[in-house]
């Protein structure tokens, strides 16, 4: 079981979530877009939301606990009856929540991480959904990555986002996964303010062919983002993407990217 993300947010908080298979560069966008969104506010909570859970090393950052390492910890506690008296479960939640938030001078970052575990933890995602709320609304923006896939959309974990972004690969499949995303969201009856897509490792071969699918399709396709070699290099030694020079070609992209939101 997954913690459920219903985020309401404040009036001026702006919800983005980060979708897209596995592969396509969902996580290296997200990482780019919390170092552009940056440059503008240091108002941001970054909620790591996929099981996976590789953004904290694309953003440099170290996480010692996660929301799942927090959840098992309270099931011990009521199963071994070790929970301090006058302590509610609740009251134990929001006071673990805001010890593993991870605070840098760019953002605050929360991994949701997986639970080992297993069992009902109905009332206990109740109530960290509570908690995220509360929490989401003291930041200008929230930015969400995503498990890859569907699943997400279907266990409702990105309802009430401004702004869903699907990072799809250059190809038709991919596009095609973009389209089932907004169709199963529109089935859900999930409301998004706005469903982009931006198009990864596209090149001069295939550029035009991916702008006609997107248009034949009815996506809004917002950004074009080419292969980089430094990006593939700071892959390969595990150099953290958010150290990326402001110079470079894909980040220069996120950055108009986020002047259109």
């Not at 897209?20 to 440059?39: D, E, Q, V, W």
């Not at 011990?76 to 929540?97: A, F, H, R």
């Not at 001069?204 to 980089?228: D, F, M, Q, R």
Request: net charge negative; aromatic share 6%.
């Amino acid at each position: 079981m997954y913690v459920i993300l219903f985020l309401v947010g404040g009036n001026l908080t702006k919800i983005i979530a980060i979708s897209g298979k596995g592969g396509t560069g969902k996580t290296m966008f997200s990482t780019l877009l919390i170092k552009a969104l940056s440059k503008k506010t240091n108002s941001i909570l970054v909620i790591d939301a996929d099981p996976d859970s590789n953004l904290p090393e694309t953003l440099g950052v170290e996480v010692e606990k996660t929301i799942g390492d927090i959840r098992e910890e309270l099931k011990k506690l009521v199963e071994e009856d070790k929970l301090s008296p006058g302590i509610s479960k609740q009251d134990y939640l929001l006071g673990k929540v805001y010890e593993i938030i991870v605070e840098t001078e760019n953002y605050d970052l929360l991994v949701m991480g997986r639970p080992e575990g297993s069992g009902c933890y109905c009332s206990v995602n109740n109530w960290l959904r509570q908690i995220i709320d509360s929490l989401a609304k003291s930041y200008e923006y929230v930015v969400i990555d995503t498990e890859a896939g569907l699943e997400h959309l279907s266990r409702r974990t990105t309802q009430n986002v401004d702004k869903m972004v699907v990072v799809t690969d250059a190809s038709k499949r991919g596009l095609g996964t973009a389209k089932r995303i907004k169709k199963l969201a529109d089935e859900l009856d999930i409301k998004f303010k706005d469903i982009y897509v931006v198009a990864n490792k596209v090149n001069e071969e295939n550029e035009n062919i991916v702008e006609e699918n997107a248009t034949v399709l009815g996506l809004n396709l917002v950004g074009k983002l080419p292969y980089n070699e430094e990006i593939s290099k700071y892959d390969l030694v595990g150099k953290p993407l958010f150290e990326l020079p402001d110079d470079n070609e894909v980040f220069k992209k996120v950055m108009k990217i986020v002047e259109k939101f």
